[in-house]
Structures are given as structure tokens and as C-alpha cells.
């Protein structure tokens, strides 16, 4: 009898334990997770190019700069979504990391040795509009009021 009563008595410890623990664990978690999503910034820009290899390469150039968390480039657009952590990295490394793999960015422009070394098909036109939805609607500005 003695030991059944020490046994329930054990699980009934360990069951109060977990429980605080649980409890504790969540509180923790949340604050952790709430402070990363605020140093995370949101920027988007523009960037030339033609295909899905310029969506890999400018892509990959972003990602491969330290606090960069995700990038997106849109085709149609010729405009990057780059999410990342300003407290590791700021826009313009960015921007540069982008121009060294031979893409244009709205701030700097595309190394000239990388470009030459793209395939052809991405040997995208200089003249190219960036960030074409911004610029759309600047032109449809002019044409209203402003
Ligand atoms: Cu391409």
C-alpha cells in the first residue's frame, strides 16, 4: 500500500511540475517571437532583368547578404520584395550585392563584368523600366490631379 500511495503521490509532483513548466515555456516563446518579427524590415525596389535564371541569380545575390531573411523578385514588375534584419544589414548592401552579381537596382548600377558573364538570355536592355507598377502610376498621375 505504502508504495502505491508514494507512486501516486510522484505522479501528482510530476504533474504540477509539467504544468508550471508548460506555462512558463509558452510565456517565453511568445515574447521571442514577437521581438524577431519587429527587427525584421520589409523593403522593396527595383531591379532589371529578364527570366527565371535573373529571378535565381538576383535572388540568390540578395540572400547571400548576412540578415537578409527572404527575397522575391517579380519578372513582370522588375521589382524585389527583400525582407530583413537592420540591426545586421541596411538597404544599400543590399542594393550592392545585387549590382556585384550584374543586375541594375534603382540605387546602383549593374557591374559591368558580371553582366557580361550572363547568359544571353539575360543580358537584360539598360534602358529597361524598373519597378514598373510605381512608375505606372506616377505616368497616371500626371494625367490627374496631383
Ligand atoms: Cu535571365
Same mark, same amino acid.
Given at each position: 500500500m505504502k508504495k502505491v500511495i508514494l507512486s501516486v503521490a510522484v505522479i501528482a509532483a510530476l504533474g504540477f511540475t509539467?504544468?508550471?513548466?508548460? #506555462?512558463?515555456?509558452?510565456?517565453?516563446? #511568445?515574447?521571442?517571437? $514577437?521581438?524577431? *518579427? @519587429? /527587427? @525584421?524590415? *520589409?523593403?522593396?525596389?527595383? $531591379?532589371?532583368?529578364?527570366?527565371? @535564371?535573373?529571378k535565381n541569380t538576383i535572388e540568390k545575390a540578395a540572400n547571400g547578404? *548576412?540578415? $537578409? /531573411?527572404? /527575397?522575391?523578385?517579380d519578372v513582370d514588375k522588375k521589382k524585389i520584395d527583400v525582407s530583413f534584419d537592420d540591426t545586421k544589414t541596411d538597404a544599400m548592401a543590399i542594393h550592392k550585392a545585387i549590382a556585384a552579381s550584374g543586375y541594375d537596382t534603382e540605387k546602383v548600377a549593374g557591374s559591368e563584368e558580371a553582366y557580361k558573364d550572363l547568359p544571353g538570355c539575360c543580358k537584360y536592355d539598360h534602358e529597361m523600366m524598373m519597378n514598373q507598377s510605381g512608375e505606372m502610376k506616377s505616368e497616371d498621375h500626371s494625367n490627374h490631379d496631383n
Open positions: 509539467s504544468c508550471k513548466n508548460e #506555462t512558463k515555456k509558452e510565456t517565453g516563446t #511568445t515574447t521571442t517571437g $514577437v521581438s524577431k *518579427d @519587429m /527587427a @525584421m524590415t *520589409d523593403l522593396s525596389f527595383g $531591379v532589371r532583368g529578364n527570366c527565371g @535564371m535573373c547578404v *548576412d540578415g $537578409v /531573411a527572404s /527575397a522575391n523578385w
